[in-house]
């Protein structure tokens, strides 16, 4: 593909017409993959928006498509579109943040715990314990900030957990992380504003931030946290409300952040006047004995948001979680979440407040960790037997996954496909990317949710297939040690 960049033609126009002629003529076939739009701009030395632009209008005139998660493809002539949506649903779904999954399936896509870990013994005392003492109290609306005695104990929990000094006052409880995410988009983003995510992240956050009409930047994350020079750029840039980040063990990347990145983060956010968002559900799982502490814990600003749910070191189905909200924002989130639902569960926060204030929750930390590090170290000794097939891994020493960066030669989607159809569910890399990144060729695999004997079989369902593909690829050598 040529283009003139003396011409007076616009950039995204010559690529347009250059894509359009080699579909018109087969030379591309319907069904074929586009490459990504940073490898074309890469390769054609131009702006990523220019080719964003030349997609965009190939797509409005019916000659491109794209799938969430997976890529630009050509429609042109007879191909059968709806055909590739249909094979190819299931990473679409997994996009928009549902798990389709059988039952019979090995389950390394989940970080959610599986029920046997659920201090169903004490929450239970807790319950009936708030029944005795309160009785129909327990069921009147709290208010719309949370029961007061609990947010307290969350006050108290913070500051001997985290080193928060934590005013009750700016304690907001929402049922689950995913609404506090919800509510704080609502109050925020207004249709055009620019926002920044780390790249990849938590794909339903993308969703929740797109459906007010924001702009998403993603910005690139290293094993030490977010490219701090990338932030400077494009927050003097782009004017950005706010930045979605994890700390700890950040998802999907398990990645932990550096005290420096954090302080930078703190500094830039007063530079440049935007929020941050600090999505917290896995801080508390470190193996190493070295203990992390959130962001918040150095806000010195009152710039963090600070989200954290207890739905994957609890019990999913509970529900709860809180938020610490900046002075500035909390009438406004407090009004944010009455429309959303009024209020969370009286009952639920009354029993969740003496759980804490009983010393359980400290039990309960202390089994699931020691339940997990186990799985840490069992998925840890497996996936080290794939080396000889050119993958790589970061070891996170905490939280609930790994992150395995495929070789080139080997498509996350098709591994995927593969996987479910032995019986073994993993999560392609591409769904956590906000573009269709260069750098997309990851997946996921967790152990929340499976015990030793099926991370052991879930790896060898990996392996063979992983096998498979350097087979189909011709590679000569293959080790079988």
């Known amino acids: ?90 990473v679409q779904m997994m996009a928009e943040g549902v798990l389709p999954i059988s039952k019979d399936c ?41 029961y007061e005695a609990f947010r307290a104990s969350i006050s108290s929990f913070l500051n001997k957990s985290y080193n928060m000094n934590v005013d009750k006052n700016q304690v907001v409880v929402i049922s689950g992380g995913q609404q506090g995410i919800d509510i ?11 926002i920044f995510v780390e790249n990849p992240t938590y ?54 952040y550096s005290e420096k990145k954090k302080k930078e983060l703190i500094r830039l956010s007063e530079k440049y006047n935007f929020y941050v968002i600090e999505d917290d559900f896995l801080t508390d799982l470190n193996y190493d004995n070295k203990k992390k502490e959130p962001l918040k814990s150095i806000d010195n600003l009152d710039k963090v ?28 989130i407090i009004k944010a979440k009455h429309t959303s639902d009024i209020s969370s569960s009286g009952f639920l926060q009354r029993a969740f407040d003496l759980y804490l204030r009983k010393g359980y929750w400290q039990k309960h930390m202390e089994n699931i960790k020691r339940v997990y590090a186990g799985k840490y170290q069992t998925m840890t000794k497996e996936l080290a037997k794939l080396s000889k097939y050119n993958i790589s891994f970061h070891d996170p020493k905490g939280g609930l996954s790994f992150w395995i960066k495929l070789p080139k030669e080997i498509d996350a989607i098709d591994l995927y496909n593969d996987c479910i159809k032995s019986n073994l569910a993993v999560v392609p890399g591409k769904i956590f990317f906000v573009d269709d990144s260069l750098y997309s060729n990851y997946i996921r695999v967790s152990f929340s949710a499976v015990s030793d004997e099926e991370i052991v079989q879930g790896i060898s369902i990996l392996e063979n297939n992983l096998k498979k593909k350097y087979t189909n690829n011709n590679n000569k050598y293959i080790p079988f040690i």
């Open 203 to 256: 794909s339903a956050a993308i969703a929740s931030f797109k459906s007010r009409g924001a702009k998403i930047i993603g910005i690139p994350i290293l094993e030490d946290g977010i490219q701090i020079d990338v932030l400077d750029e494009y927050a003097k840039k782009y004017k950005p409300k706010f930045l979605y980040m994890m700390t700890n063990y950040q998802s999907p990347t398990t990645y932990s």
């Open 305 to 332: 948001i600070y989200i954290k749910s207890f739905s994957k070191i609890f019990m999913p189905g509970l529900r709860i979680g809180f938020m610490m909200v900046p002075k500035d924002l909390l009438t406004s």
């Open 184 to 194: 704080i988009t609502k109050t925020l983003i207004c249709p055009g504003d620019y």
């Open 106 to 146: 090995i389950n390394f896509a989940s970080v959610s715990p599986t029920p046997e870990l659920f201090p169903i013994e004490e929450f239970n005392q807790s319950l009936i314990e708030v029944l005795d003492r309160d009785k129909g109290n327990a069921f009147v609306y709290p208010e719309i900030n949370g």
């Open 1 to 90: 593909m040529l283009i003139d960049k003396n011409s007076s033609i616009p950039l995204y126009i010559q690529v347009y017409n250059n894509i359009k002629k080699m579909i018109e003529s087969e030379e591309l076939k319907g069904g074929e993959k586009l490459p990504s739009i940073r490898t074309l701009a890469k390769k054609l030395n131009v702006n990523n928006i220019t080719i964003v632009n030349a997609y965009n209008l190939l797509e409005k005139e019916g000659y491109i498509f794209s799938v969430k998660g997976s890529g630009t493809y050509v429609r042109y002539g007879n191909y059968d579109v709806s055909q590739y949506l249909e094979d190819n649903r299931d």
